[in-house]
């Protein structure tokens, strides 16, 4: 059970993973373990929230590909449990994102005042640097 937050668990059985040898430097040893995992899971037969699915399936994000599965490959690690530690924590990140909302901006306007202040020291750097030239005789 992958518990993501208080009210969000993710079972076992939704997640699958699969080993895979991992790329880059390692010598012999990354040539014969297979120590990387893909984590995947589908997001459309998932246990989640419906609006937690349409949140995640709106994300332009690469690991989520075009059938709703979220392909996570974690290869950070030389052992296979530090890495399917890693990928469970990131796709617990993931859902995490699609739980919180995105406060809406409010467009503000700037004051009188502010926008006063702004003007004169705009004209007395303009001044200042109008003293920096040659004098005119």
Do not use: C, W
């Not at 995490?96 to 503000?108: E, G, L, P």
Request: hydrophobic share 35%.
């Amino acid at each position: 059970m992958l518990y993501v937050s208080s009210s969000i668990n993710i079972p076992d059985d939704e997640l699958d993973f699969s080993a895979i040898r991992a790329q880059g430097a390692g010598g012999q040893n990354v040539n014969k373990v297979s120590t990387a995992i893909h984590l995947r899971f589908d997001i459309k037969l998932s246990s989640l929230a419906e609006v937690y699915k349409e949140r995640l399936l709106a994300f332009k994000d690469q690991r989520i590909n075009k059938d709703g599965v979220i392909v996570i490959k974690a290869q950070r690690f030389r052992s296979q449990d530090k890495n399917r530690d890693d990928a469970l924590g990131r796709l617990a990140e993931l859902v995490r994102t699609a739980t919180t909302i995105a406060k809406v901006r409010r467009a503000t306007k700037a004051t009188k005042g502010s926008q006063r202040r702004r003007m004169d020291s705009k004209t007395q750097r303009g001044k200042t640097k109008a003293l920096r030239g040659k004098p005119s005789i």
